[in-house]
């Protein structure tokens, strides 16, 4: 008997014996009755293929870790739809109520300002003067005696610790914190 045809019937066999196992598993995980099905197919499918491509030592083991993996990638795929459906309704309800997002974007900027003052006094003059006063890495260095790529991990590092703090505060922090105009009008 063909190798492909002898792996076919192995990969097959160790579905069909841990079968129940892997609904369980599967179920365990919060996934939709209606999904099961679909799981335990992509499983089969992904793990048939990886035996053409090298023989698998533990099929059934396999088989398990396959079909996790596919479960968890469907539930942060859900996970991010989710997320964007409130996001979408939070961005509808902050345009209908420009009074609530002005004072919330005013509270933000009140505990930024708190997050930084509390900073290291290199990390806190670094971020002012690059973010508010617009110099350049090494203008900065120039200014405060030390290397430009000191004066690059003094922001970095500055800036993950406020938008940590703002974040564990319960502030959405994904653009830049922004302190002054862009860097083109810095430039004019």
């Known amino acids: 008997m063909p190798r492909y045809k002898q792996s ?11 079968k129940d196992g ?8 919060s996934v939709k009755q209606q999904d099961v099905d679909d799981i335990l197919q992509e499983t089969f499918i992904k793990v048939l293929h990886s035996d053409t491509q090298q023989q698998i030592k533990s099929p059934k083991g396999y088989l398990f870790v396959v079909s996790r993996n596919l479960v968890l990638k469907k539930l942060m795929q859900q996970s991010k739809e989710i997320h964007t459906e409130i996001d979408e309704a939070l961005i509808e309800n902050d345009v209908d109520n420009p ?15 708190q997050i930084l003052n509390s900073l ?3 990390h806190r003059r670094a971020i002012l003067l690059r973010k508010l006063y617009c110099l350049s890495h090494k203008e900065i260095a120039n200014k405060m005696n030390i290397s430009v790529s000191s004066v690059e991990k003094y922001i970095a590092k500055g800036l993950k610790q406020c938008k940590q703090s703002l974040c564990i505060q319960g502030y959405e922090v994904n653009p830049p914190i ?3 105009q862009s860097n083109e009008e810095c430039a004019k």
Not at 22 to 29: A, W
């Open 8 to 18: 076919n019937n192995r990969i097959f066999e160790a579905f069909q014996a841990c």
């Open 22 to 29: 892997l609904v369980r598993s599967i179920m365990k995980m």
């Open 99 to 113: 009074v609530e997002k002005e004072l919330h974007q005013k509270l933000k900027f009140e505990r930024f300002s």
């Open 120 to 122: 290291p006094e290199k």
């Open 178 to 180: 922004q302190l002054n």
